[in-house]
């Protein structure tokens, strides 16, 4: 019987049929042998991906003034919801409009304005067998007045441990294009670091400050006695609002103090620093032992009665403690070799 064998490449359903035989022996310990013949039937697996079709062939969305979700694109209940992803093709940047690359939600991540705000944008759904594309139009309400915002965000001061309790530490400063606008500065939060800079668990140090609103400026007054407070910074959150319009969203600042330590009562000691020396010192090979070779010297001048030592890398000479005057301390041959002063 002439049997058709293919080889491994071509194996495969297409080859193979709707059936096909296999035929299994076992043979035992003494030449007995037994057949049994397999039958495969092949099915053809139906392909269980569908179009991706979205449920509107457009779309219109629109934010009420300060809401920030626009709403979700669905795709119609025939379509696959196996491995999709949404991005928009067309249209602004992602810290404008985003959306949910799984869900299709969509949320305006831009500024609040005065004005409407509108968007034409082109959406993509894809997955790895099919893709849709839907164009969707924002409209972004907006909320008929401007609003206050800080001229700098992030502010850093320098602050005496011995300041004065009333002396104003910072001056904040806002704008609003409203004619009738009526700013108020507010403390949000205020956090602290000890002098090793880990942050302090106290919730209470706003009571430090009070912040005075003056038409578009907010002062910051120091409101207690910081002398003994062991702190090396403090990080007060601020706001501004528009009292004549309650809508507007309040702007946020930050005020980093950072807080001085107090001079210690001891006198300060002058650092001492090596003079420039030379990079290399030749001597005789035959030179006696306990010769001059070197002085090395400090700035500022030892004075006299001061404690002061001088120390040596190389064993290879004994300095003054008192001048830094060095001898050798044994006899050498003709080669180099580094020596290195620390005072």
């Known amino acids: 019987m002439y049997t058709n064998q293919l080889h491994p490449e071509f194996v495969d ?84 409009i985003h959306i949910n690359n799984r869900t299709g939600e969509l949320r305006y991540k831009g500024e609040i304005k005065k004005d409407d705000q509108e968007f034409d944008l082109k959406i993509l759904v894809s997955s790895s067998t099919s893709f849709a594309v839907v164009p969707v139009h924002i409209l972004i309400r907006g909320i008929g007045s401007f609003v206050p915002k800080f001229t700098r965000k992030d502010n850093v001061v320098t602050i005496s441990r011995t300041l004065p ?115 290399l010192i030749t001597l005789p090979a035959n030179i006696d032992v306990g010769s001059y070779v070197y002085t090395v010297a400090a700035k500022p001048s030892i004075v006299d009665g001061a404690r002061s030592e001088f120390w040596r890398a190389a064993h290879c000479g004994i300095p003054s403690k008192r001048t830094g005057g060095g001898g050798t301390c044994c006899s050498i041959s003709s080669e180099q070799f580094d020596v290195s002063s620390s005072v």
């Open 165 to 279: 309790v009333e002396s104003v530490i910072h001056e904040f400063t806002a704008t609003d294009l409203d004619s009738d606008a009526e700013l108020k500065f507010q403390i949000l939060t205020t956090t602290a670091k000890d002098m090793i800079g880990t942050p302090l668990q106290d919730p209470d140090f706003s009571r430090l400050f009070r912040l005075e609103s003056s038409q578009s400026k907010g002062r910051l007054i120091l409101d207690e006695d910081i002398s003994a407070l062991e702190v090396l910074s403090l990080r007060v959150e601020v706001q501004v609002s528009d009292q004549r319009h309650p809508d507007e969203i309040p702007d946020r600042a930050t005020l980093l103090i950072l807080v001085t330590a107090l001079k210690s009562s001891q006198p300060e000691i002058p650092l001492l620093q090596l003079n420039r020396m030379p990079e």
């Open 13 to 96: 359903a297409t080859a193979l049929g709707s059936s096909f035989n296999l035929t299994a022996r076992v043979v035992d310990g003494v030449g007995n042998t037994q057949r049994a013949t397999i039958i495969v039937n092949i099915k053809k697996e139906m392909n269980t991906d569908r179009k991706l079709v979205f449920e509107q062939n457009s779309y219109n969305l629109t934010a009420a003034p300060g809401e920030s979700g626009l709403g979700q694109l669905r795709l119609q209940s025939t379509s696959t919801s196996k491995g999709i992803v949404f991005s928009i093709t067309e249209g602004v940047h992602d810290d404008v």
